[in-house]
């Protein structure tokens, strides 16, 4: 059995809001669409500036998949598992805290621009 996409939902509760604009108010759609416009640039530009700001604290710079990796690139011989799993773990909260730094980011700049439209 195939699934519908995530937020399916939700893109047909827009879309139906959207004929909801055209049929009550046609002239209120390109300002809807403007306002649209403004949201989804700025979260591209709030990505951006996350990256130029954190160039070396990207997400995918603290991902690793298992130990092993981890502890090639530790570069300690015969290193206790004890530091192999504290690296590993050090990694994922460094891995959380920059898509968190990512998300607020992004989500400050959709809200400036959302408040100033």
């Known amino acids: 059995m195939k699934t519908l996409p995530r ?3 939700w893109l047909l509760g827009a879309l139906v809001l959207s004929l909801l604009i ?3 108010s046609p002239q209120q759609i390109p300002v809807s669409l403007y306002k649209i416009n403004l949201i989804a640039i700025a979260g ?3 990505y951006w500036l996350d990256r130029s700001l954190f160039p070396y ?3 995918d710079s603290f991902m690793a998949t298992d130990l092993e990796e981890i502890e090639n690139t ?3 011989e015969d290193a206790p598992l004890q530091f192999e799993l504290e690296t590993f773990l050090q990694n994922d909260l460094l891995l959380a805290a920059s898509m968190l730094r990512r998300a607020v980011i992004v989500a400050a700049a959709m809200i400036a621009v959302g ?3």
């Open 44 to 46: 591209v530009v709030g």
């Open 7 to 9: 937020m399916t939902d």
């Open 57 to 59: 604290a990207r997400p």
């Open 115 to 117: 408040l100033g439209a």
């Open 74 to 76: 530790v570069e300690v």
């Open 22 to 24: 055209l049929a009550l």
